[in-house]
């Protein structure tokens, strides 16, 4: 079974500066994805980035872009210029054929953006 | 178009009820999830459907939990019994396999 961890359960930055979020997992499949969602307050879950393992180069996504270590297992998300509508719960996710396509949650970070 | 919509919003039930959750999911996915999401934690995996048929249950806490997508459209998850420990916020969602899946607002079940 596949784990993936946050460990930072809490985060804040000021608005417009840089921050990243930590992201491990445990697999010992070859093929899979990952994933970044953000969950407001009004619990809609949204897709920031995507990253397929068998690609090398890093996922971006205008301010958003991902550190993919997959020796590591590791899959931090950078936030740049951060903006006061970026303070959310941040869940990383797993998924892969073998599970059916199932996305496994990590428990996530809350992030606060401060004027 | 439309995005996944799911109702009720909110559920208030009284232990040892039945309830019933609903999930449109987008026109044309094939593929529709289930999950759970208590406070404070990230969501689990309940059930997947490919198609009418549940392809992996294996995330149903126990036999109270069942869900239906006879047509291979809309599905409804169904909890027996209720518990409150059944009391979390419900997620569908829906793709095509292997692709992005698109998460519908939540049904949040309260059980007294």
């Known amino acids: 079974a596949q784990t993936v961890t946050q460990s930072q359960p809490e985060m804040s930055v000021q608005e417009a500066e840089t921050v990243t979020l930590s992201c491990t997992y445990d697999?010992?499949?070859?093929?899979?994805?990952l994933f970044w969602y953000k969950q407001p307050p009004s619990r809609q879950m949204i897709l920031v980035i995507r990253?397929?393992?068998?690609?090398?180069q890093n996922a971006t996504e205008n301010r958003f872009s991902v550190n993919f270590q997959k020796a590591a297992k590791s899959f931090s998300l950078k936030i740049s210029d951060s903006q006061l509508g970026d303070t959310a719960m941040y869940f990383c996710?797993?998924?892969?054929?073998?599970?059916?396509?199932?996305?496994?949650f990590g428990k996530g970070t809350s992030l606060l953006v401060t004027p | 178009g439309a995005g996944v919509s799911q109702t009720p919003s909110n559920k208030v039930t009284e232990k040892g009820k039945y309830v019933e959750l609903r999930c449109d999911p987008i026109?044309?996915?094939?593929?529709l999830y289930w999950y759970r999401q208590s406070l404070g934690q990230g969501p689990e995996f309940l059930i997947y459907f490919q198609g009418t048929g549940a392809a992996d249950d294996s995330g149903l806490p126990n036999d109270r939990f069942f869900a239906v997508r006879p047509e291979g459209s809309v599905s409804t998850l169904k909890i027996q019994r209720t518990e409150r420990g059944d009391s979390a916020v419900y997620l569908c969602?829906?793709?095509?396999?292997?692709?992005?899946?698109?998460f519908g607002p939540g049904t949040r079940l309260t059980v007294l």
């Open positions: 990253q397929e393992a068998y690609k090398q």
């Open positions: 697999t010992s499949e070859s093929n899979y994805y």
């Open positions: 996710a797993f998924m892969s054929p073998n599970s059916g396509y199932a996305l496994n």
């Open positions: 969602a829906t793709g095509n396999q292997g692709t992005e899946q698109f």
């Open positions: 026109s044309g996915h094939t593929a």
